[in-house]
């Protein structure tokens, strides 16, 4: 240490330091349980002090001309918030030509790698140091990354209000002086970060930010914010809104859109997912347009829910497609990254929903569907293929795009395919499950003109892959009712499927036509057969009993009526000496 001091002034009475010059020392600076600091000191100021004047019982006044500290070892000890920080080749230089007026400081520190700086004018440093709130204004800097703060601040408990900004291209050197290592959450498209706004930082240790404007990237989204660092992460509560909002360079490896069909696949770049780690949250979402990269939502109310690396969309509303969605959207990093959701879809457009999310364009129509799904991986493509789940479609007054069904069957011709033909339908229901990226569908019915079509097969959303069987049933004669029915194979990539006839499928059908033609004929055969001879039975009973089938009667009838007449017959004769009563019909 080197200490050098005006002579002259210190005979005044006061002590004038001229040259302080300290080279690696240890500093601590640790706060007791009640928010009081080591570095203030009884008699030093306070709001009664003349700190300009020598006086009994007190210090004498103070200047420091330049205090020069190098290379020191800073230790930050708080026993009220249970945090001890330690902060190596700490560099302070502190200009104050009187304590009872402002100072200026430059500090430089480094920790985890990366080196901050602090520029600050400090209003008075004895008040400071009493314990009062001061004026402050301060930048801090770091690789990529500067901060500055007018307001004021006191140490004595540690407080401040005032305004801020922040401009960062890269958030990684500065949340490492901080302690937080790890890769750069910041993607290239979310650059540069800004914020402004009116801050607080409470006795107590939270962060308040009101009216304040985050800009990413292109966006700017207004805030109502409270941060608190007492738990075992920070925890950040309050208020998000924009007016547009871009999503896509957090998305899909900050791609602009995800790689859907055309033979590309899904997205295999990892994604970075370690931002949920970061902190625990609960903010309401108000939102207009979003770009998302694979679905434009016209507003958005929700909420969001981060819970130790487990975050959760709650979506109250969502309007996109001339419809709503609702429902929830999971993310998971505690032990490696899954997705999942269930979410509900009312009246939304078909043809631009499955443009945006899978560049597929050959279905029109309003959407109705509930949807549950789960899938685990580091890339969209590994999700793509663990997804399991379930749900149910409904589509009305739509069109299929790209073949003509009821013409390909009425006229068995397969060039009902391609740029013009379309198949307008009425309905289009079906329920479904999800399994190792595989969607099974045994259910699909299509109503519509002239045309009726069940289906059932596979969809393999890893894959992009398609191998499902419809069969369609066309009215080839209004006037006759006559049906035709053609099973048929719709395989291959999504991007380009190809139609065939199932011609296996088809021949099983011919087979079971005939088969039930064949057993139609065979009942047909049988009741004629069991009809003569009914008539057979018939006319030998009438002849060998003498039994006349009157009109309306059946043959048991006309059997049971002879034989009880005969019978009374033969009863009166033995009982009557063997005549027939007058009234009596004479037996035959």
Do not use: C, K
């Amino acid at each position: 240490m080197d200490l050098g001091v005006d002579l002259s002034a210190l005979i005044g009475g006061n002590i004038a330091v001229q040259r302080f010059e300290v080279n690696q020392p240890q500093i601590i600076l640790e706060m007791d349980r009640s928010g009081r600091g080591n570095w203030v000191f009884e008699g030093m100021g306070g709001a009664d002090a003349a700190p300009t004047e020598a006086s009994s019982g007190g210090m004498p006044a103070i200047s420091l001309a330049r205090a020069l500290i190098t290379g020191a070892s800073l230790r930050y000890i708080d026993h009220a918030a249970g945090t001890d920080i330690t902060i190596e080749g700490v560099d302070i230089d502190l200009a104050m030509l009187d304590a009872a007026g402002p100072a200026d400081l430059r500090l430089s520190a480094r920790r985890g790698g990366q080196t901050g700086r602090i520029e600050a004018q400090i209003g008075s440093v004895s008040s400071l140091l009493a314990g009062n709130v001061v004026p402050i204004s301060a930048t801090l800097s770091a690789d990529g990354s500067q901060m500055s703060f007018e307001g004021r601040a006191g140490l004595e408990p540690l407080a401040a209000e005032g305004r801020i900004s922040l401009e960062s291209s890269r958030l990684a050197p500065a949340l490492a002086l901080a302690g937080i290592t790890g890769a750069e959450p910041l993607a290239e498209g979310a650059r540069p970060l800004t914020l402004g706004g009116q801050i607080t930082l409470a006795p107590a240790g939270s962060v308040h930010v009101r009216d304040g404007v985050i800009g990413v990237g292109a966006n700017r989204i207004r805030t109502a914010l409270d941060l608190t660092l007492s738990g075992e992460r920070p925890n950040l509560t309050g208020e998000i809104s924009a007016d547009t909002l871009d999503l896509r360079p957090f998305l899909a490896g900050g791609a602009s859109a995800p790689s859907s069909s055309g033979g590309a696949g899904w997205p295999t770049s990892r994604i970075d997912a370690s931002a949920l780690g970061l902190l625990d949250a609960r903010i309401g979402l108000t939102l207009g347009p979003v770009q998302t990269g694979f679905a434009n939502l016209d507003s958005v109310r929700g909420t969001l829910v981060i819970d130790r690396a487990r975050g959760v969309l709650e979506l109250a509303e969502v309007r996109a497609f001339e419809g709503a969605l609702s429902g929830e959207v999971v993310a998971n990093n505690r032990s490696g990254l899954s997705v999942g959701g269930n979410m509900r879809l009312r009246g939304v457009r078909l043809l631009p929903l499955l443009q945006q999310a899978a560049d597929f364009e050959r279905l029109t129509g309003l959407a109705s569907m509930d949807v549950r799904f789960l899938g685990s991986g580091a890339s969209v493509d590994a999700i793509m293929r663990s997804l399991s789940g379930e749900g149910r479609l409904d589509f009305t007054a739509g069109e299929i795009i790209g073949f003509d069904l009821a013409g390909m069957l009425r006229n068995l011709d397969l060039s009902y395919v391609g740029e013009g033909n379309r198949t307008i339908f009425e309905s289009l229901t079906g329920s479904f499950t999800i399994q190792n990226g595989v969607l099974n569908n045994p259910d699909l019915a299509l109503a519509a003109s002239r045309v009726t079509v069940s289906g059932r097969g596979d969809v393999n959303l890893g894959e992009q892959i398609l191998e499902y069987r419809i069969t369609p049933q066309a009215m080839r004669n209004a006037e006759t009712g006559a049906t035709l029915s053609v099973p048929l194979l719709i395989t291959g990539p999504w991007s380009a499927p190809r139609f065939r006839l199932d011609l296996e499928g088809l021949a099983e059908q011919r087979l079971g036509e005939e088969r039930e033609r064949l057993e139609a004929a065979a009942r047909a055969e049988a009741a004629r057969l069991e009809a003569e001879a009914r008539a057979r039975l018939e006319q030998r009973v009438q002849e060998e009993l003498g039994i006349t089938r009157e009109e309306g009667q059946s043959t048991e009838e006309a059997l049971r009526s002879g034989v009880e007449e005969a019978a009374r017959d033969g009863l009166l004769r033995l009982l009557g000496g063997g005549g027939a009563t007058p009234d009596a019909p004479a037996g035959n």
